[in-house]
């Protein structure tokens, strides 16, 4: 199996005297009929990854090199890019590193832009960067270093470790487990049940159709229609429950004013 490269262009830009920014655009391409799933590894940049009805996996890569002329930047974009999409098994893996060897002043990052096929599951290792995902069908497992991270429309299992950065999470048909450093959190329309972890920043969590258990160090927690029950741990902030099916237990309020109502089932607040 081949991966095709190409490299479309090479763009320069002067901002300023002295400052000087150069793109360049790489595409890749992978046959992927015969392949489960698909690992990325990449660092600094944007990464977007989107569900299509094909077999192949489609990679645009946007190159940025600020503070260095284009003569270096190019040079040094060849020799210190590591960029490549490649069969391992019985799954892909797409990779882009930048190998720090330039001078201070410099800044460099990769945007890449995924196709691939709808099927197939994701692990995403990510440095730092924003990350949206979108119209998926297989697992989702992500360890992000920083970045905000955006999730729609996707049909299997998601499993999220973040460091920093805020989560957006909307229309997904399977389970969730988040485990989060710190950044907001906000989950809509949730087939499946949903375990948060999160050391500060709010919560906010609606339409879920499983359970929902919440632990967080710091911020506000709000929670609207669960058809499961709901299981709070908190260590400040305040808490706000409402439309819940079934049950309702406060294990942990460090601080903050708390109000659940609405609730069909049982109430335990424990002190």
Not at 249 to 256: T, Y
């Amino acid at each position: 199996m081949k991966t095709r490269i190409m490299v479309l262009g090479l763009i320069l830009m002067t901002l300023g005297p002295h400052a000087h920014a150069y793109t360049e655009q790489r595409q890749l391409q992978l046959d992927a009929a015969a392949l489960k799933a698909l690992k990325i590894t990449c660092g600094a940049g944007e990464l977007q990854v989107e569900g299509a009805p094909s077999e192949e996996i489609r990679v645009t890569a946007e190159i940025e090199i600020k503070g260095m002329k284009a003569e270096k930047a190019e040079a040094f974009a060849r020799e210190n890019i590591e960029l490549w999409l490649r069969q391992e098994g019985p799954r892909a893996h797409l990779k882009s590193e930048v190998h720090r060897g330039f001078r201070r002043g410099a800044d460099v990052t990769v945007d890449l832009i995924v196709f691939v096929p709808a099927r197939l599951r994701l692990d995403i290792r990510d440095d730092s960067g924003s990350i949206g995902i979108r119209s998926v069908q297989g697992d989702v497992q992500i360890d992000d270093g920083s970045g905000e991270i955006e999730i729609r429309d996707t049909g299997g299992n998601l499993d999220i470790h973040d460091d920093s950065g805020g989560i957006n999470i909307e229309h997904v048909r399977g389970r969730l487990t988040l485990k989060d450093g710190s950044g907001s959190i906000d989950v809509r329309d949730l087939k499946g049940s949903a375990v948060i972890k999160d050391g500060s920043g709010s919560i906010s969590a609606a339409g879920i159709d499983g359970d929902l258990t919440i632990e967080d160090g710091s911020g506000s927690i709000t929670v609207r229609q669960v058809r499961g029950s709901v299981t709070v741990a908190d260590g400040s902030g305040s808490i706000d429950i409402r439309d819940v099916e079934q049950g309702v237990v406060i294990e942990r309020d460090g601080s903050g004013s708390r109000r659940i109502t609405n609730v069909r089932g049982y109430i335990i607040e424990q002190e």
